[in-house]
C-alpha cells in the first residue's frame, strides 16, 4: 500500500534554532518527492521538488534530501523565524502516468520568540 | 501570474443542506484537482480533471458528491446532502499537465456542517 509517513506530528522550537522533519514512503514506484509548506488558512506552497536522482535540494534557509534507496526524505530549516510556524507537508507522486499524489499528514511546526 | 481562485473562502450549513464550492484554476493549466483536508491530517483526492475529463474519482463519495469542469476551465464541486463528518478544508489545485509538473493549491474553502 503506497503510504508517506512523517515525524514528529508536531515540534516546538525557539527562533533562530535549526530542526528538521522526517518523511518516510512505501510509494511505488517512485517519480517525485515534494515539500509543501501550509501556512494556517492557506493552501499549500511547494517548497522543494526532487526526482529519484536528486538527494538534496534547497530553497533559501530550506533544504531537503532525498534517500531513494531507504525511500526517506528530511526538511532541514536552518536559523528559524517566527513566519516558518506552519504545517509541513511531504508528497509523494508515483511514476508520471498514474497521476497519483499520496499527501502525508504534515507537521505543525511553532517557532517561539 | 494570478494564482487558483476559490470562493466562498468560509461557510457554514446545518447537515442534510446542499453546498456548492467554485475554483477557477490558472489559466492554460489542463489538470485540476479538488482535494478535501480534515483537520490534522493531509489533504485527501476527491477528483482529478484532466481539461474536461475525469482522470480520478475514486476516492468521491459519489452518493453526495459531484464535481464538473465545464468547457475545461473553471470547476465546481457539490455536496447534497451534507453531513456532519464532511467539515474539512476544501482545497482546489491546478497544474499544467501530469504528476511530475508543481501543483498550485488556491486558499481553500472551509466548511463547517452543523
Known amino acids: 500500500k503506497n503510504q508517506v509517513e512523517q515525524s514528529p506530528q508536531s515540534l516546538i522550537i525557539l527562533e533562530g534554532k535549526n530542526c528538521t522533519l522526517q518523511c518516510n514512503y512505501t510509494v511505488s514506484p517512485f517519480s517525485n518527492l515534494r515539500w509543501y509548506k501550509q501556512d494556517t488558512g492557506r493552501g499549500p506552497v511547494s517548497l522543494t521538488i526532487m526526482t529519484f536522482s536528486e538527494n538534496t535540494k534547497s530553497n533559501g534557509r530550506y533544504t531537503a534530501t532525498l534517500d531513494a534507496d531507504t525511500k526517506q526524505s528530511s526538511l532541514h530549516i536552518t536559523a528559524s523565524q517566527l513566519s516558518d510556524s506552519a504545517s509541513y507537508i511531504c508528497?509523494?507522486?508515483?511514476?508520471?502516468?498514474?497521476?497519483?499524489?499520496?499527501f502525508g499528514t504534515g507537521t505543525r511546526l511553532k517557532v517561539l520568540a | 501570474e494570478a494564482g487558483v481562485a476559490q470562493s466562498p473562502r468560509y461557510k457554514i450549513i446545518e447537515k442534510r443542506q446542499s453546498v456548492a464550492f467554485w475554483c477557477n484554476p490558472i489559466?492554460?493549466?489542463?489538470?485540476l484537482y479538488w482535494y478535501q483536508q480534515i483537520l490534522g491530517q493531509g489533504p485527501k483526492l476527491l477528483i482529478q480533471f484532466q481539461n474536461n475529463g475525469v482522470v480520478d474519482d475514486s476516492q468521491l463519495p459519489k452518493d453526495r458528491f459531484s464535481a464538473e469542469r465545464l468547457k475545461g476551465v473553471d470547476s465546481t464541486l457539490k455536496i447534497q446532502p451534507a453531513k456532519l463528518e464532511d467539515s474539512a478544508v476544501y482545497l482546489c489545485?491546478?497544474?499544467?499537465?501530469?504528476?511530475?509538473?508543481?501543483?498550485?493549491f488556491g486558499p481553500g474553502t472551509r466548511l463547517t456542517v452543523t
Open positions: 489559466s492554460g493549466h489542463a489538470t
Open positions: 489545485a491546478s497544474s499544467l499537465a501530469g504528476t511530475s509538473i508543481r501543483q498550485y
Open positions: 508528497v509523494v507522486s508515483a511514476r508520471p502516468g498514474t497521476y497519483k499524489y499520496i
